[in-house]
């Protein structure tokens, strides 16, 4: 049986590929013989446009023979000989100017359209002027037309004179390369194939050396032997090879001398790590595969832990929404984008809801890739359900504060209306101050109740479509006099074609009043307070400007949370509640609200609502 070694598989793989070259040879040769016959195909082209030319010059001479008609008084005859020969002419123009080969011929082309259009122009006059001076048409006829026609009929015909003398001179050209290509081929062709002879019988001992090291070194690592060596005396494609093989054997051997037990125990340590962990954890690689869960996560989304690995995450987690955060994870390589109040999930249980606060993290190697993201649930259904009962006991007791707090201001506004003049000054200025104190409590328990009621979902909102111009007609009108009081300036404006937005009304009037106070609150005299409205996408950007106080950098990320207050000498009254309220009114549109402040510049706030019918 005939032994295939490596030298004679590499010797007849350059038979082949010899085989080939001359193969590839004779076809080079056959088609450059062909390249005469390719060129006068290429010079068909010049062809066409000598052609072209041809027939507009016979077009442009037929049409001065009818201004000739024309000028002997047979106008309608010669008018209608003019318009169809210059129908002719344009045609031919046309495939002329659509046929350009030469280098020039474009100007050329262009220089005898506008010979010819002032040609055109030319016999339009002439024909104004035989119908009112037929005695000065022959004139004009003589120093005007005569002379454009002979112009475009010259540029014609050196349109044609150039396509012949390109055709004749390439179609020469062609024929003498095609000659010299035929030669230069075969001679190349002889000389390659003497050094491919050579190089492949030189190439093969050099490749052999190397191949018949690796070969016995591999023999070696696979009966145990991984101290073997491979010398290495080039830099080339097989000295890489041999270097990579000694590395590789290295590897093997240091791989061999690890203890396999701990490090399976160590894999093992980390799974129980993850699995006896309360909080849900699910871990996927950047194929969105699950690679590894913990019981709690199981339980979160309803599967079995055994039937959990190697899932595809829509398979185990069926939420279009915590999919789209992974991925957004997983492309970007960074934390997702969640907007706040949105990295809550909700599970029904036995009638019941659970609130999961979920975080996504992506985990890096070393060397800064990206190895897997991990989707991490925390229970946090026992603070929603005391959130919830606070929420409840605010509600109830603001309820129950309101009636008796109503009855002492009133008790109180009797005593200051009847007793007074009974009282000493000492004694006006308690019960004074005892009035001013009860009504910044009832203002109090006023708003903790429709925050409550608010939080709670039970304000009712009564939605419709509303211009915003009559939003800030409302919110200006309340708030102008107190306004012009201060010395502050106070105006809207709305930018043109601003939609209608859907809304309630009064509830959204009370945000806008109450953000245009906290302004008046914090800008001084000679201030301004400005309203806009503009658009962005679905919704219309509502925003308050002032030039006032501003807000501290270390407040701007607290100052919608409840009772958060700047400390000034303006914020007499305040309770703090009323931003908390305005962002929850706005979250019950459908909207967002935010501050951008600079101290001791001003402040801007911005709230957005869905615009009307979308």
């Known amino acids: 049986m005939m032994t295939w070694t490596l030298s004679k598989k590499i010797l007849i793989g350059y038979g082949i590929i010899l085989t080939l070259l001359i193969i590839i040879f004779i076809w080079a040769i056959l088609n450059l013989l062909d390249l005469g016959e390719a060129s006068d195909a290429i010079l068909e082209e010049n062809y066409k446009s000598i052609i072209a030319a041809e027939n507009m010059i016979n077009a442009l001479e037929r049409q001065d023979s009818a201004i000739l008609s024309l000028l002997l008084g047979y106008d309608t005859e010669g008018s209608r000989m003019f318009l169809g020969n210059e129908i002719e002419f344009l045609q031919w123009f046309t495939r002329s100017k659509e046929n350009i080969t030469i280098s020039g011929e474009d100007k050329l082309i262009e220089l005898i359209e506008k010979k010819y259009n002032s040609y055109l122009a030319a016999f339009s006059e002439l024909k104004i002027i035989q119908k009112a001076r037929r005695s000065q048409a022959e004139l004009f006829?003589?120093?005007?037309?005569?002379?454009?026609?002979?112009?475009?009929?010259?540029?014609?015909?050196?349109?044609?004179?150039?396509?012949?003398?390109?055709?004749?001179?390439?179609?020469r050209r062609a024929h003498r390369i095609a000659h010299r290509a035929v030669w230069s081929m075969i001679s190349v062709g002889i000389v390659a194939m003497g050094i491919g002879l050579i190089f492949s019988l030189i190439l093969t001992g050099i490749i052999v050396k190397p191949v018949s090291q690796i070969m016995r070194a591999t023999a070696k690592i696979s009966k145990g032997e991984y101290n073997v060596e491979v010398s290495v005396n080039s830099s080339d494609e097989l000295g890489q090879l041999a270097t990579e093989f000694i590395k590789m054997a290295k590897k093997l051997k240091d791989f061999n001398d690890m203890n396999i037990e701990q490090i399976v125990a160590e894999k093992h340590k980390s799974e129980s790590i993850i699995r006896s962990i309360d909080d849900g954890i699910l871990v996927v690689d950047a194929d969105l595969r699950i690679t590894n869960i913990n019981p709690t996560a199981c339980e979160v989304f309803g599967v079995d832990l055994d039937r959990t690995s190697g899932k595809h995450f829509l398979e185990v987690v069926k939420n279009e929404e915590l999919y789209r955060y992974v991925s957004q994870s997983i492309e970007t390589g960074t934390l997702p984008i969640i907007d706040e109040g949105k990295d809550i999930l909700t599970v029904k249980r036995d009638d019941s809801n659970r609130y999961y606060l979920f975080s996504i993290i992506p985990v890096y190697s070393d060397k800064e890739a990206m190895l897997s993201v991990v989707l991490l649930l925390r229970n946090i259904t026992s603070l929603k359900e005391v959130d919830k009962l606070k929420s409840e006991?605010?509600?109830?007791?603001?309820?129950?504060?309101?009636?008796?707090?109503?009855?002492?201001?009133?008790?109180?506004?009797?005593?200051?209306?009847?007793?007074?003049?009974?009282?000493?000054?000492?004694?006006?200025?308690?019960?004074?101050?005892?009035?001013?104190?009860?009504?910044?409590?009832?203002?109090?328990?006023?708003?903790?109740?429709?925050?409550?009621?608010?939080?709670?979902?039970?304000?009712?909102?009564?939605?419709?479509?509303?211009?915003?111009?009559?939003?800030?007609?409302?919110?200006?009108?309340?708030?102008?006099?107190?306004?012009?009081?201060?010395?502050?300036?106070?105006?809207?404006?709305?930018?043109?074609?601003?939609?209608?937005?859907?809304?309630?009304?009064?509830?959204?009037?009370?945000?806008?009043?109450?953000?245009?106070?906290?302004?008046l609150r914090y800008t001084g005299e000679g201030g301004h307070i400005n309203i806009s409205a503009d658009k962005g996408g679905p919704q219309v950007h509502i925003n308050v400007k002032d030039d006032g106080v501003g807000i501290p950098h270390e407040l701007q990320s607290r100052i919608f949370e409840k009772f958060v207050q700047i400390k000034t000498d303006r914020n007499a009254g305040g309770t703090g509640l009323g931003l908390a309220i305005c962002r929850e009114i706005v979250r019950a549109h459908g909207g967002t609200i935010w501050v951008d402040s600079v101290p001791g510049e001003g402040s801007t706030f911005t709230f957005t609502l869905p615009v009307g019918g979308e």
């Open 141 to 171: 006829y003589q120093e005007e037309i005569h002379p454009l026609f002979m112009s475009v009929r010259e540029e014609c015909v050196r349109l044609r004179d150039m396509n012949e003398t390109t055709m004749f001179n390439a179609s």
């Open 393 to 519: 006991f605010i509600m109830i007791a603001s309820h129950e504060l309101r009636t008796p707090l109503t009855s002492i201001v009133m008790s109180i506004d009797l005593l200051l209306e009847s007793a007074s003049p009974s009282l000493s000054e000492r004694e006006n200025q308690l019960l004074q101050s005892a009035h001013e104190e009860l009504l910044r409590i009832k203002s109090l328990v006023n708003d903790l109740l429709d925050l409550s009621k608010i939080e709670a979902g039970k304000i009712e909102m009564t939605f419709e479509v509303v211009p915003v111009e009559v939003l800030f007609e409302k919110a200006v009108t309340v708030l102008k006099p107190q306004a012009d009081e201060r010395k502050i300036e106070l105006t809207y404006e709305i930018a043109d074609a601003i939609p209608s937005v859907k809304a309630d009304t009064n509830k959204i009037v009370w945000v806008l009043t109450n953000l245009i106070s906290n302004a």
